[in-house]
């Protein structure tokens, strides 16, 4: 079948975009299509593909994720401000609804984070602390704690957003730590039911800086979910204020973020980039994954110089 996609990326986290609403297609075969065009030796290369899907009764649109792995989160944020630009594109609209895997989201056209760079404002929550939402196998809530089945003697904090994310906040964050730390995880222990995402947080005066090995990727250049839920555990752990605007940086980028703690029943906002690189078409076979050649219809130049000049 012949896929017509857009390159994007939010805050670094790059995607391959696809209108799947009236492509109907199991799961097993989305994830072979996630696997062939996020290589990074393959065609495209990506963190993973993302799907705007039909809406329903109570969203306007839905959106899932399938990581490079073949496996599909229950949220992804980055990708979220992608999908919800595309929505708005195809619908005509500067707000929606959106149904996610597990649950929903509010996303809204933003001013500018910088001139020429989309922005996308994304409501998500409650955050949950309860291990069973977590999915950690632990007797309560683990708020700055030391976890001690986990390889690692920092405190953390394990959070759902709703996918799971062990918080640790450190001085400098170790990349070579993080990895190691982050494939354990992926391994699949007996403590986690279904792997996490592990960030390595530094607070910079009145902001953060995040680092994250995400579950089904590897070590990215941002996590959107991880931002919201670094930016939750700060306030959680009284490093922040909630219910004040921060910027959270990562390797690929930043966004602005607010956690609104129990007094906003725990939702976070992230207001950040949904930059369309390159539009592009390929033929691919969902039975096996096998890919032809990429053809580059289109390139957004403008929109990458933007992108390039608010990073820095």
């Known amino acids: 079948m012949e896929l ?12 391959i975009l ?13 994830g072979r299509i996630a696997r ?14 993302l799907l ?18 073949g496996s599909e989160p229950e949220t992804c944020l980055n990708g979220l401000r992608c999908v919800a630009r595309a929505g708005f594109e195809v619908l005509g609209l500067d707000a929606a609804r959106v ?15 910088a001139p020429g760079v989309y922005t ?26 030391v976890v001690p089945e986990l390889p690692s003697d920092r405190a953390f904090t394990a959070l759902a957003m709703p996918n799971p994310h062990l918080i640790a906040f450190v001085e400098r964050v170790d990349v070579e730590e993080l990895v190691a730390l982050g494939n354990w995880c992926e391994a699949g222990p007996e403590l986690l039911v279904d792997r996490a995402n592990v960030s390595f947080v530094e607070v910079r005066g009145c902001d953060l800086f995040v680092q994250t090995f995400e579950r089904g990727v590897g070590l990215t250049h941002a996590c959107g979910s991880a931002m919201a839920a670094s930016a939750h555990a700060a306030g959680l752990t009284g490093r922040l204020p ?20 129990p007094a906003g029943d725990d939702a976070v906002t992230i207001a950040g980039n949904a930059t369309f690189e390159w539009d592009g078409v390929i ?22 110089a933007a992108w390039e000049a608010a990073r820095g």
């Open 4 to 15: 017509n996609f857009t390159k994007c990326h939010g805050s670094g986290n790059d995607f």
């Open 18 to 30: 696809l209108n799947a609403s009236e492509i109907d297609l199991d799961d097993a075969s989305w």
């Open 36 to 49: 062939a065009l996020s290589d990074r030796d393959g065609p495209v290369g990506a963190d993973g593909i």
């Open 52 to 69: 705007l899907t039909q809406g329903d009764r109570s969203s306007d649109f839905g959106f899932r994720v399938v990581n490079a792995d």
């Open 99 to 113: 149904r996610l895997k597990t649950s929903g989201a509010q996303v809204a056209r933003e001013a500018e984070l």
């Open 120 to 145: 996308v404002r994304e409501t998500v929550g409650p955050v949950a602390t309860d291990p069973a939402a977590v999915g950690i196998r632990v007797a309560g809530p683990v708020i700055e704690a």
């Open 242 to 261: 909630f219910a004040e605007w921060l910027t959270v940086f990562n390797p690929g980028g930043r966004v602005r973020a607010r956690a609104e703690g």
């Open 283 to 304: 033929e691919i076979d969902p039975a096996t994954g096998a890919a032809g050649p990429v053809r580059v219809v289109r390139r957004r130049e403008d929109e990458v």
